[in-house]
């Protein structure tokens, strides 16, 4: 039963993809756990998408400055509204930032920052191979999509992307693990009938060469 389930995993991975993800709320949103967080934010990506890019001369800072513009111009004339006859004032809660998330915040983006400068430390003074060689790898990547697209659209592309192939990915696990197995053996067979075929190529020469 073990070699079985291992059997099923992609690329014999020995922990499910909802492990490798993190298991917490992003991989329950990820894979579909959370169906209706799931589908409100791909639904949020597929219509910002379709509003930014189809409606002509919208976009995302003209959308953000009306909504507050509105939102500010409801909240202002109910307040004075609420002054002149002597009614509660509209229920804006306060809103404040405590000192505790701040220094929770910042110690976060600390952490972060001081990791790619040592990691940049270390690949100038040439002492990560490996690691130059992922980051060479990331940036050539990047500059190559970068010319294909924006980043905006990049943004939109790989969050449909994250909400959609791993769910599917793990839906579809077993036939794909399967389908991958019987593509290997394929592959195996075809190099063995190469070599067998190699191998029948250099003995006739060799014999006809005797000759």
Same mark, same amino acid.
């Not at 409100?40 to 800072?61: D, E, I, N, Q, R």
């Given at each position: 039963?073990?070699?079985?389930?291992?059997?099923?995993r992609?690329?014999?991975?020995?922990?499910?993809?909802?492990?490798?993800?993190?298991?917490?709320?992003?991989?329950?949103?990820?894979?579909?756990?959370?169906?209706?967080?799931?589908?409100?934010?791909?639904?949020?990506?597929?219509?910002?998408?379709?509003?930014?890019?189809?409606?002509?001369?919208?976009?995302?800072?003209?959308?953000?400055?009306?909504?507050?513009m509105?939102?500010?111009?409801?909240?202002?004339?109910?307040?004075?509204?609420?002054?002149?006859?002597?009614?509660?004032?509209?229920?804006?809660?306060?809103?404040?930032?405590?000192?505790?998330?701040?220094?929770?915040?910042?110690?976060?983006?600390g952490?972060?920052?001081?990791?790619?400068?040592?990691?940049?430390?270390?690949?100038?003074?040439?002492?990560?191979?490996?690691?130059?060689?992922?980051?060479?790898?990331? =940036?050539?990547? &990047? $500059?190559? !999509?970068?010319? /294909? #697209?924006?980043?905006i %659209? =990049?943004?939109? &592309? $790989?969050? !449909?992307?994250? /909400? #959609?192939?791993?769910? %599917? =990915?793990?839906?579809?696990?077993?036939?794909?693990?399967?389908?991958?197995?019987i593509?290997?053996?394929?592959?195996?067979?075809?190099?063995?009938?190469?070599?067998?075929?190699?191998?029948?190529?250099?003995?006739?020469?060799?014999?006809?060469k005797?000759?």
């Amino acid at each position: 039963m073990g070699s079985s389930g291992r059997s099923c995993r992609l690329f014999g991975a020995q922990r499910s993809l909802h492990d490798l993800l993190g298991g917490g709320t992003v991989a329950d949103v990820v894979l579909w756990r959370r169906k209706e967080v799931a589908g409100g934010l791909l639904s949020s990506v597929v219509a910002s998408w379709a509003l930014f890019y189809c409606v002509p001369g919208y976009t995302l800072l003209s959308f953000v400055s009306q909504v507050l513009m509105i939102l500010l111009t409801v909240l202002f004339v109910w307040a004075k509204a609420a002054q002149l006859l002597n009614r509660a004032p509209p229920p804006v809660p306060l809103m404040k930032i405590s000192d505790k998330s701040t220094s929770e915040a910042a110690e976060i983006v600390g952490n972060f920052v001081n990791k790619v400068l040592q990691d940049f430390g270390n690949i100038a003074l040439g002492k990560d191979s490996s690691l130059f060689y992922k980051v060479a790898f990331v =940036l050539l990547l &990047t $500059s190559i !999509v970068g010319r /294909l #697209t924006d980043l905006i %659209t =990049l943004v939109y &592309t $790989s969050a !449909v992307i994250a /909400l #959609t192939i791993p769910a %599917t =990915l793990e839906k579809s696990e077993k036939h794909i693990a399967r389908f991958l197995e019987i593509a290997s053996r394929y592959v195996q067979e075809c190099g063995r009938a190469c070599e067998e075929c190699k191998c029948k190529m250099t003995k006739r020469i060799s014999e006809k060469k005797l000759c």
